[in-house]
């Protein structure tokens, strides 16, 4: 049987009949009542609405359009040149230096002569992703570089979190930018932009023959005498400053960078010559402005004019990104599996695995003990000898009893994110797994901020329970949505991801909607926060981490197979997809838990796990416990840093994590680059 | 060799350190708890705040912390002012002009996330919060003082529930005639404004109070509607609130852009207020069309009150407000 198949530009001209359709529907929608007869009216020379037309109308599609073109094809080249799926504007670090800087100048009301908002955005989103390629340039592997950008992307977006949090009154708007608006003060913006966006496309265009072969191998592209050097470097930087214009039109809208190009190369992959670039990198521009309009036009005709306003743009295109990759990781049959775990540890750092161990062990304990003296009142060891035999007075006492369980929650929940974010890196086998890709973390923060917000009483307890509940719930769906069989292949990744993203979606649109003005509780939570813990919330982690221990005592060399590759273990009679499904239970048990105990963590679990694997190799006999150590003491030392600091004012220790592990986590990846 | 050596240096350097450490923190801070204080002469009081809890309050209460702003506000009323404040630059910043800060209070962090540590450190006998916030942290605070939780703001009943949480810490801290005097005199006022709006024949005029805000060069605006503080506060001195829409149950709030604000009549003035140079009417919005070409614009109604009152406070700034706006639109010669 022969199936027919459409074309390239079969598929591109369908692309543009719905971008126009979409783009006619949309100018008639808006807070105001003018629709189709108005508008007709004032193309016919009528120029009574002609203000909203001009100022408003237009300049929303031109900005939905010109975003969704430079995020497709950004997102295209940046897979292409890093070889990595889940490489987007957001792994590079644009839109979290477009943040900051946004954040900082409300803060600090700095200002760039001659440009307005929209350029501090641009300025910082290229910036932070400038840093990023020259930190990852001719050092080692690009996926180093994609991790040094995912690390850097969230420590900026630690700073936006911080000053959010330091600065409540003069950011209120900024948590829905954040999330990606597309509405505009006239048409200033866009027309200032748009050169930077033709222009980018065109070098892409130029590139795109070079790219075809650098995208069969580095090898093989210097062999055929293409500058692999010159030719990373210029597409790079094209598809940077297209993602920075983005951001910088309508702030960081998520997901489309991503989302636009898997699609189109999923499809591409099926039809003849359309996965060139020539024809490629056009046809994720324009998914990417369907999906940029489509979400838009969703958006405004369900929710009324005013009501849609409460909802970012950026929220709908993550919805209809991540149901996309859903649906087409499912019907691609043999979905390729993922590179194996040998990016980092290659070659340890240290030569022998005691030492770290012994080292980090101590390291852990001497932080306790200075994170019991340390905070907003300075204690010394005689007041905790006085705490511990109940004669210490009132404010040593009432000091301690707040302090000590948040050390313990900080110590157990990075024990657990570590050692999570080592089992999903082990079955995913991808350097950028982490529990947040399994969409746990996301569906954790989902349930607890649901209920934070709808409940405006909840207890510790059902705050705890339905995080544990929403974490597991996507947990098991992704699983369900993979398939049993497929744990260790790209749609384990790629589903995980859309779930993370849709389950990120969602908390946002709680927070915008159920409580736009009193957004602070829930950001503070999402940022991972041990304030006002209790021994009590500290409990279902613990248990989960001895009962995850015991379990990894007698599987870890199965793990240590799972992660080479699909045939190796079942080889040598490891039934890997137990071990797969055993070990991302474990995985989704152990983040949900800690989730539910101090909130969202980012980095820890992404983290610990490559420091312990550049320090002392990928065998999880000594990969695990180092990992769990490192965990275990950067929360605590982020959470002490961010309740001493700058007390009596604290910040969350999730925002914390980002900001104290990113110097090392960076030193470490380039590190292990140059130890290969 | 400096590659050998190079293994135990870690090692000796963070034996020092421990060893430094371990020396520097022996001691204590405070002198181990003797005896328990006896209780406080007087009789308790024990009121039922915002979360229907039955808090009971030792008589002759003098150091209170307020973890919002508007608790602030509602202490200073009642002849209280608090020891420790939530955000104390901030507050300076956006409610200073209309409740201007007594005494020199403590800073006890964010509003967000207070430090239980500088708050266990002032050894309050009370501590203000108001709902919404703070709830993971009532059980570390319970420890210290009691904690009294006030509404803070109800879109069902704005002026009621100002009123109401302001009885409400009067009674808590025996300043229950305090309250009541100070609600009868902005009552008086208010009926002095309304004859004052009636005689310059303003009684009826359709005001919208906004915010606007400027973000990655997106402007959004906040229109105040029915059910927010301050068009209660005008209305209850003849104004009318001239933004029709629905806002949130809890603040009153609307949400829209400036293509929005072309359902406004064409004869209701503007007002907002901002804090310093952070101007999006004057300053974004001047070559904007939409924005210029609205009849409120061009006739000149949009007014921009003083920095520094707050938004959801009590009767002192209510009346700073509404002192503002009547001098705005009806300044005295």
Same mark, same amino acid.
């Given at each position: 049987?022969?199936?027919?198949?459409?074309?390239?530009? /079969?598929?591109?001209?369908?692309?543009?009949?719905?971008?126009?359709?979409?783009?006619?529907?949309?100018?008639?929608?808006?807070?105001?009542?003018?629709?189709?007869?108005?508008?007709?009216?004032?193309?016919?020379?009528?120029?009574?609405?002609?203000?909203?037309?001009? &100022?408003?109308?237009?300049?929303?599609?031109?900005?939905?359009?010109?975003?969704?073109?430079?995020?497709?094809?950004? @997102?295209?080249?940046?897979?292409?040149?890093?070889?990595?799926?889940?490489?987007?504007?957001?792994?590079?670090?644009?839109?979290?230096?477009?943040?900051?800087?946004?954040?900082?100048?409300?803060?600090?009301? *700095?200002?760039?002569?001659?440009?307005?908002?929209?350029?501090?955005?641009?300025?910082?989103?290229?910036?932070?992703?400038?840093?990023?390629?020259?930190?990852?340039?001719?050092?080692?592997?690009?996926?180093?570089?994609?991790?040094?950008?995912?690390?850097?992307?969230?420590?900026?977006?630690?700073?936006?979190?911080?000053?959010?949090?330091?600065?409540?009154?003069?950011?209120?708007?900024?948590?829905?930018?954040?999330?990606?608006?597309?509405?505009?003060?006239?048409?200033?913006?866009?027309?200032?932009?748009?050169?930077?966006?033709?222009?980018?496309? /065109?070098?892409?265009?130029?590139?795109?023959?070079?790219?075809?072969?650098?995208?069969?191998?580095? &090898?093989?592209?210097?062999?055929?005498?293409?500058?692999?050097?010159?030719?990373?470097?210029?597409?790079?930087?094209?598809?940077?400053?297209?993602?920075?214009?983005?951001?910088?039109?309508?702030?960081?809208?998520?997901?489309?960078?991503?989302?636009?190009?898997?699609?189109?190369?999923?499809?591409?992959?099926?039809? %003849?010559?359309?996965?060139? %670039?020539?024809?490629?990198?056009?046809?994720?521009?324009?998914?990417?402005?369907?999906?940029?309009?489509?979400?838009?036009?969703?958006?405004?005709?369900?929710?009324?004019?005013?009501?849609?306003?409460?909802?970012?743009?950026?929220?709908?295109?993550?919805?209809?990104?991540?149901?996309? *990759?859903?649906?087409?990781?499912?019907?691609?049959?043999?979905?390729?599996?993922?590179?194996?775990?040998?990016?980092?540890?290659?070659?340890?750092?240290?030569?022998?695995?005691?030492?770290?161990i012994?080292?980090a062990a101590?390291v852990l304990a001497?932080m306790t003990? /200075?994170a019991?003296?340390?905070?907003?009142?300075?204690?010394?060891?005689?007041?905790?000898?006085?705490?511990?035999?109940?004669?210490?007075?009132?404010?040593?006492?009432?000091?301690?009893?707040?302090?000590?369980?948040r050390i313990v929650a900080a110590v157990l929940a990075g024990v657990a994110l570590a050692l999570s974010g080592a089992l999903v890196?082990?079955?995913?086998?991808?350097?950028?797994?982490e529990p947040?890709?399994?969409?746990?973390?996301?569906?954790? @923060?989902? @349930?607890?901020?649901?209920?934070?917000?709808?409940?405006?009483?909840?207890?510790?307890?059902?705050?705890?329970?339905?995080?544990?509940?929403?974490?597991?719930?996507?947990?098991?769906?992704?699983?369900?949505?993979?398939?049993?069989?497929?744990?260790?292949?790209?749609?384990?990744?790629?589903?995980?991801?859309?779930?993370?993203?849709?389950?990120?979606?969602?908390?946002?649109?709680?927070?915008?909607?159920?409580?736009?003005?009193?957004?602070?509780?829930?950001?503070?939570?999402?940022?991972g926060?041990t304030?006002?813990r209790?021994? &009590?919330d500290a409990v279902p982690v613990a248990v989960v981490i001895v009962l995850a221990g015991i379990g990894l005592l007698?599987? %870890?060399?199965?793990?240590?197979?799972?992660?080479?590759? &699909?045939?190796?273990?079942?080889?040598?009679?490891?039934?890997?997809?137990?071990?797969?499904?055993?070990?991302?239970?474990m995985a989704?048990a152990l983040a949900s838990t800690a989730v539910a105990a101090i909130?969202?963590v980012?980095f820890v679990g992404l983290v610990a796990p490559?420091a312990a694997?550049?320090?002392?190799?990928?065998?999880h006999?000594?990969l695990l416990p180092l990992a769990a150590l490192l965990g275990g003491s950067l929360t605590l030392l982020a959470d002490?840093?961010?309740?001493?600091?700058?007390?009596?004012?604290?910040?969350?220790a999730g925002?914390?994590t980002?900001?104290?592990g990113?110097?090392?986590?960076?030193?470490?990846?380039?590190? /292990?680059?140059?130890?290969? | 060799?400096?590659?050998? !050596?190079?293994?135990?240096?870690?090692?000796?350097?963070?034996?020092?350190?421990?060893?430094?450490?371990?020396?520097?923190?022996?001691?204590?801070?405070? #002198?181990?708890?003797?005896?328990?204080?006896?209780?406080?002469?007087?009789?308790?009081?024990?009121?039922?705040?915002?979360?229907?809890?039955?808090?009971?309050?030792?008589?002759?209460?003098?150091?209170?912390?307020?973890?919002?702003?508007?608790?602030?506000? =509602? +202490?200073?009323?009642?002849?209280?002012?608090?020891?420790?404040?939530?955000?104390?630059?901030?507050?300076?910043?956006?409610?200073?002009?209309?409740?201007?800060?007594?005494?020199?209070?403590?800073?006890?962090?964010?509003?967000?996330?207070?430090?239980?540590?500088?708050?266990?450190?002032?050894?309050?006998?009370?501590?203000?919060?108001?709902?919404?916030?703070? $709830?993971?942290?009532?059980?570390? +605070?319970?420890?210290?003082?009691?904690?009294?939780?006030?509404?803070?703001?109800?879109?069902?009943?704005?002026?009621?529930? !100002?009123?109401?949480?302001?009885?409400?810490?009067?009674?808590?801290?025996?300043?229950?005639?305090?309250?009541?005097?100070?609600?009868?005199?902005?009552?008086? =006022?208010? $009926?002095?404004?309304?004859?004052?709006?009636?005689?310059?024949?303003?009684?009826?005029?359709?005001?919208?109070?906004?915010?606007?805000?400027?973000?990655?060069?997106?402007?959004?605006?906040?229109?105040?509607?029915?059910?927010?503080?301050?068009?209660?506060?005008?209305?209850?001195?003849?104004?009318?609130?001239?933004?029709?829409?629905?806002?949130?149950?809890?603040?009153?709030?609307? #949400?829209?852009?400036?293509?929005?604000?072309?359902?406004?009549?064409?004869?209701? =003035?503007?007002?907002? !207020?901002?804090?310093?140079?952070?101007?999006?009417?004057?300053?974004?919005?001047?070559?904007?069309?939409?924005?210029?070409?609205?009849?409120?614009?061009?006739?000149?109604?949009? =007014?921009?009150?003083?920095?520094?009152?707050?938004?959801?406070?009590?009767?002192?700034?209510?009346?700073?407000?509404?002192?503002?706006?009547?001098?705005? +639109?009806?300044?005295?010669?």
């Amino acid at each position: 049987m022969r199936r027919t198949r459409p074309g390239g530009l /079969a598929l591109g001209a369908a692309l543009l009949v719905a971008l126009c359709a979409l783009a006619a529907w949309h100018v008639t929608q808006g807070t105001t009542a003018i629709g189709l007869p108005e508008l007709l009216g004032w193309l016919g020379g009528a120029d009574g609405d002609a203000a909203v037309i001009v &100022e408003s109308r237009l300049p929303r599609i031109a900005a939905a359009i010109v975003v969704g073109l430079a995020l497709g094809a950004a @997102g295209y080249v940046m897979q292409t040149l890093t070889g990595n799926p889940l490489a987007s504007p957001d792994t590079l670090a644009v839109n979290g230096g477009a943040s900051a800087a946004i954040a900082l100048a409300a803060v600090f009301g *700095i200002s760039l002569p001659g440009l307005g908002g929209a350029g501090l955005a641009f300025a910082g989103g290229l910036i932070a992703a400038l840093a990023v390629v020259a930190l990852g340039r001719g050092r080692g592997s690009t996926t180093q570089m994609v991790l040094v950008g995912t690390a850097l992307a969230l420590a900026l977006q630690s700073v936006t979190t911080v000053t959010i949090i330091l600065a409540e009154q003069e950011t209120s708007g900024l948590y829905a930018w954040g999330v990606g608006q597309l509405s505009q003060n006239g048409m200033a913006t866009v027309a200032q932009l748009l050169p930077v966006v033709v222009l980018g496309i /065109a070098v892409l265009l130029l590139l795109a023959r070079r790219l075809d072969v650098l995208a069969l191998g580095e &090898e093989a592209a210097t062999t055929i005498g293409v500058g692999v050097g010159s030719l990373r470097l210029s597409a790079l930087v094209a598809s940077v400053a297209l993602a920075a214009a983005a951001v910088a039109i309508a702030g960081p809208i998520g997901f489309v960078g991503l989302a636009a190009p898997i699609v189109i190369r999923m499809l591409a992959s099926r039809i %003849h010559g359309a996965a060139r %670039h020539l024809v490629a990198i056009p046809l994720a521009a324009l998914a990417g402005a369907v999906l940029v309009v489509g979400a838009d036009v969703l958006l405004r005709a369900v929710l009324s004019g005013q009501a849609a306003l409460d909802v970012p743009t950026g929220v709908v295109t993550s919805l209809i990104g991540a149901v996309c *990759i859903i649906v087409l990781a499912r019907s691609m049959a043999g979905a390729s599996e993922t590179e194996s775990m040998t990016v980092l540890g290659a070659r340890t750092i240290a030569r022998s695995a005691w030492l770290p161990i012994v080292l980090a062990a101590i390291v852990l304990a001497v932080m306790t003990v /200075a994170a019991v003296l340390l905070g907003d009142r300075m204690l010394l060891l005689g007041d905790v000898v006085n705490w511990l035999a109940g004669r210490a007075g009132d404010a040593v006492r009432l000091t301690l009893d707040a302090r000590a369980p948040r050390i313990v929650a900080a110590v157990l929940a990075g024990v657990a994110l570590a050692l999570s974010g080592a089992l999903v890196q082990a079955v995913a086998r991808n350097a950028l797994a982490e529990p947040y890709l399994l969409g746990v973390a996301g569906g954790a @923060g989902l @349930g607890a901020v649901g209920i934070i917000t709808l409940v405006p009483v909840a207890t510790g307890w059902a705050i705890a329970g339905s995080a544990l509940g929403g974490g597991a719930l996507a947990g098991v769906v992704v699983l369900l949505l993979v398939g049993w069989r497929r744990l260790g292949s790209l749609r384990l990744v790629l589903t995980g991801l859309a779930m993370s993203a849709a389950t990120a979606a969602l908390t946002s649109l709680l927070i915008v909607t159920t409580d736009p003005f009193n957004q602070g509780k829930a950001i503070v939570w999402l940022a991972g926060s041990t304030y006002g813990r209790g021994f &009590e919330d500290a409990v279902p982690v613990a248990v989960v981490i001895v009962l995850a221990g015991i379990g990894l005592l007698w599987m %870890h060399r199965d793990l240590d197979l799972a992660q080479l590759d &699909e045939s190796t273990p079942r080889l040598l009679g490891v039934r890997l997809t137990a071990v797969q499904v055993i070990a991302l239970g474990m995985a989704v048990a152990l983040a949900s838990t800690a989730v539910a105990a101090i909130g969202v963590v980012a980095f820890v679990g992404l983290v610990a796990p490559h420091a312990a694997r550049a320090l002392v190799g990928a065998r999880h006999r000594v990969l695990l416990p180092l990992a769990a150590l490192l965990g275990g003491s950067l929360t605590l030392l982020a959470d002490t840093l961010g309740r001493t600091l700058i007390a009596p004012a604290q910040l969350p220790a999730g925002v914390m994590t980002a900001l104290v592990g990113i110097p090392y986590f960076i030193w470490l990846v380039l590190q /292990a680059g140059r130890a290969r | 060799m400096p590659q050998r !050596m190079s293994l135990p240096r870690p090692l000796l350097a963070g034996a020092a350190v421990l060893t430094a450490l371990a020396l520097a923190a022996c001691g204590t801070t405070e #002198a181990p708890a003797e005896t328990p204080a006896p209780g406080a002469a007087g009789e308790a009081v024990t009121v039922t705040d915002a979360r229907g809890v039955e808090v009971e309050i030792p008589a002759g209460v003098e150091d209170v912390v307020a973890l919002e702003w508007s608790a602030v506000e =509602h +202490l200073q009323t009642v002849g209280i002012a608090p020891i420790g404040v939530a955000d104390v630059a901030g507050y300076e910043d956006w409610a200073g002009f209309g409740a201007p800060l007594e005494g020199e209070p403590t800073d006890v962090g964010t509003r967000i996330e207070p430090s239980v540590d500088a708050i266990a450190g002032l050894a309050p006998d009370l501590i203000v919060a108001v709902a919404g916030r703070d $709830e993971g942290a009532y059980a570390d +605070l319970e420890a210290i003082a009691p904690v009294l939780v006030l509404q803070g703001a109800d879109a069902a009943d704005p002026l009621e529930t !100002m009123y109401a949480d302001l009885r409400l810490v009067g009674e808590a801290v025996g300043g229950g005639d305090a309250a009541e005097a100070a609600i009868t005199a902005f009552q008086t =006022h208010v $009926e002095e404004l309304t004859a004052t709006v009636d005689d310059a024949g303003l009684t009826g005029t359709s005001l919208a109070q906004m915010d606007g805000y400027d973000t990655g060069g997106q402007i959004s605006i906040r229109p105040y509607a029915d059910g927010a503080l301050l068009p209660a506060a005008f209305e209850a001195i003849g104004f009318e609130n001239g933004w029709a829409e629905a806002g949130d149950a809890q603040y009153g709030l609307g #949400a829209t852009d400036v293509e929005g604000l072309t359902a406004l009549a064409d004869d209701t =003035h503007i007002l907002y !207020m901002a804090v310093g140079d952070d101007d999006v009417f004057q300053n974004q919005l001047a070559d904007n069309a939409i924005w210029t070409g609205l009849p409120t614009v061009q006739a000149g109604n949009v =007014h921009r009150l003083p920095d520094g009152i707050w938004l959801f406070g009590g009767v002192d700034s209510l009346t700073a407000y509404l002192d503002s706006l009547v001098a705005a +639109l009806a300044p005295t010669p």
